[in-house]
């Protein structure tokens, strides 16, 4: 790119004629994007055009533009309904628990395992943390449903063992964002401090080195050199989450939640698709989802900004 | 080198309080991570009787194989089964088809218009058209109920492309490709012959992460697939897993002692069924996971460069 900017000032005409036999020389390279392109273009462009349906009343047998247009009577309706405010409340506290536990301890676990020797055990801890990431989402709530049964969960049998009272983790209310957050993080802490531990083995040694020799204590090198340096990557991943914040895991949401804890557990994309797909309201599910969508291109634009101005790093 | 620097100076107390504190935390990750583990391992071979009671609560009690025996005997699991490795393996050849060579393309800076290419690409990743217009479109395209649905819609992802593309800039050096243009080598054959043998660890890291993605979905085929005979193994768990128990647990509350007693034979067969499929699904995956592991970590750490 920078090659041929060069070129392009000292001489527009040579760089017109290079750029189009390069185009012609590699024709095979657009060939080996066709098949992306098209997968875009059907799967992800083509249900952006459709979009429009949110503004329509969408009649399937009249097509999507034949369809009578609305306007926003769909979104007044969405935020006029008694449970909007319900959506958003457990679709955002869901996502801030989530964050508040989910984000800090793969960078914990990252710099502890960072501070241990390579050997047996910390590759047995590694090996073993990771392994949860690949159990599917079906089978995870399979398990969360298993050890917290009423009758036979080993988790109410152990809180009961040790005196207490355990709650009725599956059907109350008040348990649905613990018991969602809690395994989630049982399952992703561990995958997580990859993308850390990468980052930390671009630690300069030689500053542990000169650290050492002024007597700094082993956590003290941990807080000063090796934190800053992993600094640009959390600030990255905590923008990537922070514009992901209503895009709260709703296939497992999904399987969770019962007509008893629906009260906590329903997010707006839970509500989408049985809207949607349940109930068959096409134009209505689509406003709600779009409304989603811009919300979260909001925050990721906005959480952006700001860590460029308060940090050196950012996503653009 | 951490040796190096750490031998010639004695760790002072402190430290060695620090390190403990290390240590023992990542000893609580250890069992925290591992328990619940071990438990679904030794339920699945121990008397329902004893696991459902908490009598077994670590190592197996009463060892029967009969909840196995019952998975086996299950034609919807094998069917299920059989579905989930052929969607896999279809998905995972589709997938490679489509991210490597695109990868590849974007990856070449004499590739005109590969920043557009790039934004046209990466612009999905930010927004999308959301859950209903595209059902609509996989829809329209007759693909509701066929296999086509699974894998059709998830050919790409934008994440692995970039990683992809990240690995091939950082390896295959430029050199190697002007040098087979000189010798007259066209586009194809540089990748067919020259890159794609230089670059096994990506297609290793690509086809685990699709191949790993299409193993465990479900939702594909909860919203496309309406015939039962075309579930993947997820569907068929989450309906043992799932369904039966979520209903279990909510009615359970109003039930008279005969239809207890009736549920809680029904229930012993259901939790003999339940470990077992649990490890059935899950084994192939975490019993490779640890010889590939390097492979995934590389994967992300690839994708961590560009962040």
């Given at each position: 790119?920078?090659?041929?900017?060069?070129?392009?000032?000292?001489?527009?005409?040579?760089?017109?004629?290079?750029?189009?036999?390069?185009?012609?020389?590699?024709?095979?390279?657009?060939?080996?994007?066709?098949?992306?392109?098209?997968?875009?273009?059907?799967?992800?462009?083509?249900?952006?055009?459709?979009?429009?349906?949110?503004?329509?009343?969408?009649?399937?047998?009249?097509?999507?533009?034949?369809?009578?247009?609305?306007?926003?009577?769909?979104?007044?309706?969405?935020?006029?309904?008694?449970?909007?405010?319900?959506?958003?409340?457990?679709?955002?506290?869901?996502?801030?628990?989530?964050?508040?536990?989910?984000?800090?301890?793969?960078?914990?676990?990252?710099?502890?395992?960072?501070?241990?020797?390579?050997?047996?055990?910390?590759?047995?801890?590694?090996?073993?943390?990771?392994?949860?990431?690949?159990?599917?989402?079906?089978?995870?709530?399979?398990?969360?449903?298993?050890?917290?049964?009423?009758?036979?969960?080993?988790?109410?049998?152990?809180?009961?063992?040790?005196?207490?009272?355990?709650?009725?983790?599956?059907?109350?209310?008040?348990?649905?964002?613990?018991?969602?957050?809690?395994?989630?993080?049982?399952?992703?802490?561990?995958?997580?401090?990859?993308?850390?531990?990468?980052?930390?083995?671009?630690?300069?040694?030689?500053?542990?080195?000169?650290?050492?020799?002024?007597?700094?204590?082993?956590?003290?090198?941990?807080?000063?050199?090796?934190?800053?340096?992993?600094?640009?990557?959390?600030?990255?991943?905590?923008?990537?989450?922070?514009?992901?914040?209503?895009?709260?895991?709703?296939?497992?949401?999904?399987?969770?939640?019962?007509?008893?804890?629906?009260?906590?557990?329903?997010?707006?994309?839970?509500?989408?698709?049985?809207?949607?797909?349940?109930?068959?309201?096409?134009?209505?599910?689509?406003?709600?989802?779009?409304?989603?969508?811009?919300?979260?291109?909001?925050?990721?634009?906005?959480v952006n900004w700001i860590a460029r101005r308060t940090s050196e790093n950012s996503l653009w | 080198m951490a040796k190096a620097i750490a031998n010639p100076i004695r760790e002072s107390k402190g430290d060695k309080i620090f390190l403990g504190f290390t240590y023992a935390y990542l000893c609580v990750a250890l069992v925290v991570v591992l328990y619940p583990l071990i438990y679904i391992l030794s339920a699945s071979i121990s008397n329902p009787t004893a696991v459902n009671t908490g009598e077994m609560w670590l190592f197996p009690k009463e060892i029967t194989f009969a909840g196995y025996e019952l998975v086996f005997n299950n034609p919807a699991i094998w069917n299920g089964y059989l579905n989930t490795i052929i969607y896999t393996v279809l998905g995972t050849a589709l997938n490679l088809a489509v991210t490597l060579p695109a990868a590849y393309a974007l990856s070449r800076s004499d590739f005109v218009g590969r920043g557009w290419f790039m934004g046209f690409i990466l612009l999905t990743m930010f927004f999308n058209g959301g859950l209903v217009p595209t059902y609509l479109v996989v829809k329209n395209l007759g693909l509701v109920n066929t296999m086509g649905a699974l894998i059709l819609p998830v050919a790409a992802s934008v994440w692995n492309i970039v990683v992809a593309r990240t690995f091939f800039q950082s390896t295959i050096p430029k050199e190697l490709q002007e040098a087979a243009h000189i010798d007259g080598c066209t586009n194809l054959r540089l990748f067919w012959k020259i890159v794609l043998p230089l670059s096994a660890p990506i297609i290793a890291v690509m086809a685990l992460f699709y191949g790993v993605g299409h193993w465990n979905s479900y939702f594909s085929s909860l919203i496309y697939l309406n015939s039962e005979s075309k579930y993947p193994l997820q569907m068929v768990l989450r309906q043992i897993l799932v369904l039966q128990e979520m209903s279990a647990e909510t009615t359970g509350a109003a039930m008279n002692a005969d239809t207890a007693a009736l549920m809680s034979s029904k229930a012993e067969t259901a939790s003999l069924i339940k470990y077992g499929v649990i490890v059935v699904s899950t084994l192939p995956i975490i019993a490779v996971y640890p010889f590939l592991q390097r492979y995934f970590v590389q994967g992300v750490m690839i994708g961590s460069v560009k962040g």
């Open positions: 790119m920078k090659a041929s900017k060069a070129s392009a000032t000292a001489l527009p005409n040579l760089k017109k004629n290079s750029r189009r036999a390069q185009i012609l020389g590699n024709w095979e390279l657009y060939l080996f994007m066709l098949p992306a392109v098209l997968y875009f273009l059907i799967f992800h462009y083509a249900p952006m055009y459709g979009i429009q349906i949110a503004f329509k009343n969408f009649v399937p047998s009249k097509g999507i533009l034949g369809s009578p247009w609305v306007g926003f009577d769909h979104f007044e309706r969405f935020f006029n309904s008694y449970y909007f405010w319900d959506l958003i409340w457990n679709t955002f506290s869901i996502s801030f628990y989530e964050l508040a536990l989910g984000f800090p301890l793969p960078i914990i676990l990252a710099l502890a395992f960072n501070e241990v020797r390579n050997g047996k055990f910390k590759k047995t801890v590694q090996t073993v943390t990771y392994a949860p990431h690949f159990i599917s989402i079906v089978v995870m709530a399979g398990m969360i449903i298993t050890f917290l049964s009423p009758s036979s969960g080993i988790i109410i049998m152990l809180i009961n063992a040790l005196g207490f009272e355990a709650p009725q983790f599956l059907t109350d209310p008040a348990w649905f964002k613990t018991m969602y957050v809690l395994s989630g993080v049982w399952q992703s802490t561990g995958w997580g401090t990859i993308i850390y531990l990468a980052a930390l083995s671009g630690v300069d040694p030689q500053q542990h080195e000169a650290a050492i020799m002024d007597g700094a204590s082993r956590f003290k090198r941990m807080l000063h050199i090796n934190l800053p340096t992993i600094l640009p990557t959390i600030t990255i991943m905590l923008i990537l989450n922070m514009g992901n914040i209503l895009g709260v895991g709703y296939e497992k949401i999904l399987l969770l939640q019962n007509s008893l804890n629906l009260e906590s557990s329903d997010v707006i994309s839970t509500y989408v698709y049985r809207a949607g797909l349940v109930d068959a309201q096409y134009s209505f599910s689509t406003a709600v989802g779009l409304f989603n969508s811009v919300i979260n291109v909001i925050l990721l634009v906005a | -």
